[in-house]
Every structure is written in structure tokens, then in C-alpha cells.
């Protein structure tokens, strides 16, 4: 697996899949979450009310991932996955952090996905450190034994989270 770390908008890239940091309802919301539904358009939303919710209110609950069309994106697919809230470390974020990356990886594959994009999943608003969030990413994706995905991109709009994830790919 091939993994970069590309600076800019993750709505715009040419991927197959590129994965959402949502929110348990999958209904949009802030961030990268709002940018993607914004730019897939009306479709992603209503795709996403169709999917089951597994109690009131969560489609998706933490650590898990959904997958849906791009829409009106470039990607294929969107991949929906919902990182932990950061309580300081010791609340089981960094295995609910690598679990999204995990069944992301996993949809991707099943589906024939052969490049993908992920967002720094938990580094907004959610308030995860961005160099433990790094860590956890690039050794996650380094466990990755499947054929596919052979692309991921590592999307950041922001170049102090860039720099993070270029330090733990040289690592």
C-alpha cells in the first residue's frame, strides 16, 4: 500500500472512496462531515436517512463505518466512519480512532476500492491531538495486510496535521 499525505480539499480528490469523519446520525454536520454532503448534494443525504439506525438518532456508532455513493463527488464512494471525542487518552479513543481506519479499510475493500482518501478523522472538532491522531492513522495503516485498497491519500486541509502525518510516515 502506497500511502501520501496530500494538502487540500478531500471533496475534490479523484479517488475511488473518500471517507467522511461524521457524526453518529450520518445526517451532516460541521467540518469535513458538512463539506462532504455539501459538495456530494441532496443525494448523500437522503441515502444516508435510508440507512438503518442501529438506536434513535445513530446510524453509525462509534468506531463502525457506512459506506454510500459519492453523489455528485469525484470518489465513487463516500466511507462514513465516527471517530471518538478525545477525554484525554485513557476513554479507549486510540482503539475506536484505529477501528475507523480499520472498517474503512474493510468496506474499501469489499467494494473493490483501490485508492482512498481519509480525512484527519477526529482532529477537529472532536478535539483528538493531532500527533497522537497521526500515529494511530499511519500504524493502523500500516497493519493493513489486504490487497486493497493500494492508494491512500491522506487528506489535510490544515499544514500543521500534514506535517504530523509526513513525521510519522518517515518514522
Known sequence: MRIEVVEGDITALAVDAIVNAANESLLGGGGVDG???RAAGPGLLAECRALPEIRPGVRCPTGEARITGGHR?????V?????PVWHGGDAGEPALLAAC???ALRLAAAHGVASIAFPA???GVFGYPH???AAVAIARLRAWDALLPVHVQLAC???G????????LRD
Not at 73 to 77: C, E, G, H, Y
Open 35 to 37: 463539506a462532504i454532503h
Open 73 to 77: 463527488l469525484p470518489a465513487r464512494f
Open 79 to 83: 466511507i462514513h466512519t465516527v471517530g
Open 101 to 103: 481506519y480499520a472498517n
Open 121 to 123: 478523522i477526529s482532529c
Open 131 to 133: 500527533a497522537r491522531a
Open 157 to 159: 486541509r490544515d499544514a
Open 161 to 168: 496535521i500534514a506535517r504530523e502525518y509526513r513525521g510519522q
